[in-house]
Each structure stands twice: as structure tokens, then as C-alpha cells.
């Protein structure tokens, strides 16, 4: 797994895709930060609360596995991004060229191809994140199980230090009830929130059975 900071720049996310390479954004440089003393430290004061935003790519909004309640949520959580205080943290779908056929999303449409258009997050709500603490988590299926790798001490610290994550994107019954399920099972003491007006479902019925299991699972819809 490795994580880019606004990885919402083709050219960027193609040229630095390698293991735990974590960057900073400065003004609008890109500052590589190797160092994960330094990073600590640059976190310790900021870290109260996390946020995550699932699978807000282009393929999932008006690409090839194009969803009209996923586009209309596009600007509410653009709003939210820009006036949220703390980390930001966005997972990708990926999946290879050649080799998605084979996997078990091969039954869907090709989307989310690494370095395609469709892989990429959303413009609007990248441009909201771009002053912030922003990461990009790439996942191959529905649920990413690494959210307490000891490999990654960034992500770890990160997850670690916060008091409350809250959860918006795309889709509901899919990758946004999965990833709950597994940050509940991973962070028993975490207080985590799933905003129901900013989550897409395939359809309502999904939706609304998507929130009825997070509920049970002690997650709390707001």
C-alpha cells in the first residue's frame, strides 16, 4: 500500500508511486517528507479528528460505473472537506490493466484502472482538500483491511491519534459499509460517524439497508 498526499495530480500520482512515500503539500510545492519523526511531530497538534472519504473517484460519479446519487452528494462533501479541521483521508479503488478481468469485480464493467481517469478523485472535492493533511489509500476491493498495518506507521499514526472518524462517500451498501464494518472491528473504542445525507447508495432500498447494519454495528448515523 502507499499513500500520496493530494494525490489528485495524474502526473504527481504516476511519478511518486512507491511504498509509504509520504508527501506535504507547502504553498504550491510539493514538500517529500521521508521522515516519520518529522511528520509526528508536524501531527501531534492537528490530529483530533479524521476523516474519510470513500471512493469519490470519477469512475463511481459520471464514469464507467456512472451513479446519479453519487454526483449529487459531489458538492456537499466538497463543502465539508474545505471546512474540515484535521486529516483528510481518501481511498481508491484500483485495480491493474490485464489483471481485472480476473478479479471478482471483473463481473462489473472495467473501472478504476490505476492511472486512468476514472481512477482519479473527484476535482471539486480534491481542489477542497489541497491545504490539508491529505491522503490516498489504495484498496483492490471492497474493504480495506490495512487500516492498522504496524507497516505503515503514518497511517497508523494518524488512525492512533484520533478521537472521532467520520465517513462520507460512495457507495453505501458497498465499500462505505464495508470499510465501517471493518474500522468497528479494528477500533472498538473509536467513535465513528457516517453521514447519511453525504453517503450514495445504488439505489434507495441499498442505502437505507446499508444504514440499518451500521447502525447495528454501533456506528453512528447522523
Given at each position: 500500500m502507499w499513500i500520496a498526499i493530494n494525490a489528485y495530480n495524474k502526473d504527481v500520482q504516476n511519478e511518486l508511486e512507491m511504498k509509504h512515500l509520504t508527501i506535504e503539500r507547502d504553498g504550491m510545492n510539493y514538500v517529500y517528507v521521508r521522515d516519520f519523526d518529522e511528520l509526528k511531530e508536524r501531527l501531534?497538534?492537528?490530529?483530533e479528528e479524521?476523516?474519510?472519504k470513500y471512493d469519490m473517484q470519477k469512475?463511481?460519479?459520471d464514469g464507467a460505473l456512472a451513479n446519479p446519487n453519487a454526483a449529487a452528494i459531489?458538492?456537499?462533501i466538497a463543502a465539508k472537506v474545505e471546512a474540515h479541521v484535521g486529516p483528510v483521508i481518501f481511498t481508491r479503488d484500483t485495480h491493474l490493466d490485464g489483471l481485472f478481468e480476473a478479479s471478482l469485480e471483473g463481473k462489473l464493467p472495467k473501472h478504476c484502472v490505476r492511472g486512468t481517469e476514472g481512477w482519479m478523485i473527484d476535482e471539486k472535492i480534491a481542489e477542497a482538500a489541497k491545504d490539508k493533511f491529505t491522503a490516498a489509500v489504495d484498496k483492490v476491493t471492497f474493504g480495506n483491511v490495512n487500516w492498522n498495518d504496524t507497516e505503515d506507521?503514518?497511517?497508523?499514526?494518524v488512525i492512533a491519534q484520533a478521537d472521532e472518524i467520520e465517513l462520507v462517500g460512495t457507495v453505501?451498501?458497498?465499500?462505505?459499509?464495508?470499510?465501517a464494518i471493518l474500522l468497528r472491528a479494528m477500533f472498538p473504542d473509536?467513535?465513528?460517524?457516517?453521514y447519511k445525507d453525504m453517503i450514495a447508495g445504488l439505489t434507495d432500498e441499498g442505502k437505507a439497508a446499508a444504514i440499518k447494519v451500521l447502525e447495528a454495528q454501533m456506528v453512528e448515523v447522523v
Open positions: 501531534a497538534d492537528v490530529v479524521l476523516e474519510k469512475d463511481f460519479i459531489v458538492d456537499a506507521p503514518m497511517l497508523q499514526r453505501a451498501e458497498i465499500c462505505v459499509a464495508a470499510n473509536k467513535k465513528i460517524v457516517v
